[in-house]
Structures are given as structure tokens and as C-alpha cells.
């Protein structure tokens, strides 16, 4: 079988070499026929020059596009060059090229996609906002997928060709953890544990943490909302019905204990509005369920 390893790089001339130094002294040691392709995502230093040196394909982006339309371009050029694996991993170092075996294993083992999970390997260095939201993040994955997921926003990966294929991944912030949404349906998922090491320097990865922490939620909303519609428009729909179910509850009490309801006319008619609306929303819920 044919491995391609990816590396998303924007200014990683400092770690780059180092990467690929790694992946072909494990091609070399393995005897793996194995090629590296770099996505150059509008470096302005010496990163796709260093890539080239070391024998990578350097595809370069001719401004900074972002993760995902790099991620893009990596199965594009993968599936040009006839992979039947695709091994995604960062140009920053912090994973090893020596565990790319570890992910190649389980495909072997008949998985389609393996995720190299920090959080149930070793993690070397990470911010205590980065890790909280992780966590969340992967909590969310799971709770969609039905599947327990550690680590869905993780940058090491192994994928087969039909996973690569047959999956158009849109999000433009979380490519990672759409991928995995959209392989549960299909496709079987094995999580791996992998050394997380320190980084050298700033991560160049994402520019605005908090703009992309935005995006990400507001992306993973519409995501939730297409795969587990039920449960998206359950929970929508139960907040209406729920209020005007304890409206409806006091008018009873009051009705039936309390000598009578008088006036309130105008509540009452929301009261029967709401539990209409939410009734709607969830029924809606079911419908786009059954599609």
C-alpha cells in the first residue's frame, strides 16, 4: 500500500527539517515506500525551500488560506498521487514521526481513521484554556457520535482512501472534528495514545484563538444540528414547552386550590403559545430525524 505523510506548514522553517528528517529515517528504518507532501500555507520564510531540500512535494498556497483549505489540499493532492493511506501530522515537532507506526497498525487491524489521542498518551505542555476547551470540544465529538472520542481536534491522524475519498469536509474552522463526525456514520474509529511534546516557540497554527474558538462553537452548533437533529431541536423546543408547562401548572393550581384564575387572559394565550411552539420544534426534531 501506498502512505503519503501530509504536513500543514506556515513559517515552520525553525522545525520543519527536523519533521521530515524524522519521517524518512522511519520510512528508511521500516522499509516503508512512503512520500512526504508538504502544503506550504503562505509561508513567508524559508519553510517550503527547507521541505524541497529534505526531498518532500511542497504544493504551495499562495497566501495564507488556513488549516482547513490546507487539509483540503492535502487529500486533493493525495488522492492525485494515488494514496492508499494518508498520514496527517503538524510541522511543529510537538508529535513524533516514530508513532506514525502505532496509527498504520490499527489500519491494518481493519479501522478506517485512527486518531492519535493526546489525552490518553502524554501531554508534555499545554495551556490550561487550551486543554479545558479540548476537552469540551471532544466531549461535544462523543456526544454527536456516540462514540467516546479523547481528542477529535488532535493534528496526528491516519485516514484509508475511501475515507479521504468519500468525505467533503466544509468547515472552514473545524475540519478536524468534522471529519470525525462524518466517518462515525460510515467509517470504523480507533484512538491511539501519542506523545504531545513541548513546543518551540509560538504556535503559527491558528492566528486568533478566540475568533476560531467562536467559529469552531458556531460550526459544531450546525453540525449538531444536522447529525443529531432530535436532540438539537429536543432540547430547543423542551425550553418553550417546559415554561408554558409550569404556566399551565400555576393556572391549574390556582383554577382548582385557589378559588379561581381571574384575568391573566394575555398569559394564558401565551401560555397555550408556548407549549404549541415547542411542541412544533420537536416534532420538527423527529421529522428531519427520520431522513
Not at 76 to 99: F, K, M, N, T, W
Not at 141 to 157: H, V
Not at 225 to 232: I, K, S
Request: with cysteine.
Amino acid at each position: 500500500m501506498k502512505i503519503i505523510v501530509t504536513i500543514p506548514a506556515n513559517n515552520e522553517e525553525k522545525t520543519i527539517g527536523r519533521v521530515i528528517d524524522g519521517i524518512n529515517s522511519l520510512f528508511s528504518k521500516k522499509s516503508i515506500q512512503g512520500e512526504i507532501v508538504v502544503v506550504d500555507d503562505g509561508s513567508t520564510d524559508k519553510t517550503a525551500e527547507i521541505a524541497r531540500g529534505k526531498g518532500a512535494y511542497v504544493y504551495s498556497l499562495p497566501v495564507r488560506l488556513g488549516l482547513a483549505e490546507a487539509f483540503r489540499n492535502e487529500i486533493r493532492i493525495c488522492l492525485e498521487r494515488e494514496a492508499d493511506i494518508i498520514v496527517h501530522i503538524d510541522a511543529d515537532g510537538q508529535y513524533s514521526p516514530d508513532q506514525i507506526p502505532d496509527l498504520l497498525k490499527e489500519i491494518e487491524n481493519g479501522y478506517d481513521l485512527v486518531l492519535g489521542s493526546r489525552f490518553i498518551g502524554k501531554i508534555e505542555s499545554m495551556p490550561l484554556i487550551k486543554r479545558i476547551g479540548n476537552i469540551l470540544f471532544s466531549k461535544a465529538i462523543s456526544n454527536i457520535t456516540r462514540l467516546r472520542i479523547t481528542d477529535a481536534q488532535t493534528g496526528f491522524r491516519a485516514f484509508t482512501k475511501d475515507v479521504a475519498k468519500n468525505i467533503n469536509l466544509i468547515s472552514d474552522h473545524t475540519y478536524t472534528q468534522e471529519q470525525v463526525i462524518k466517518a462515525s456514520r460510515k467509517y470504523k474509529i480507533k484512538e491511539v495514545p501519542v506523545l504531545f511534546a513541548k513546543r518551540e516557540g509560538k504556535s503559527r497554527l491558528i492566528r486568533n484563538p478566540f475568533e476560531y474558538a467562536i467559529r469552531a462553537w458556531i460550526t459544531l452548533f450546525r453540525l449538531y444540528r444536522d447529525y443529531r437533529p432530535l436532540n438539537f431541536f429536543g432540547v430547543i423546543g423542551a425550553i418553550p414547552f417546559s415554561i408554558g408547562s409550569i404556566i399551565g401548572i400555576w393556572f391549574t393550581y390556582t383554577h382548582f386550590f385557589a378559588g379561581g384564575v381571574k384575568g391573566h387572559l394575555l398569559l394564558s394565550i401565551f401560555m397555550m403559545l408556548l407549549v404549541l411552539v415547542g411542541i412544533q420544534i420537536i416534532l420538527f426534531g423527529f421529522l428531519a430525524d427520520m431522513k
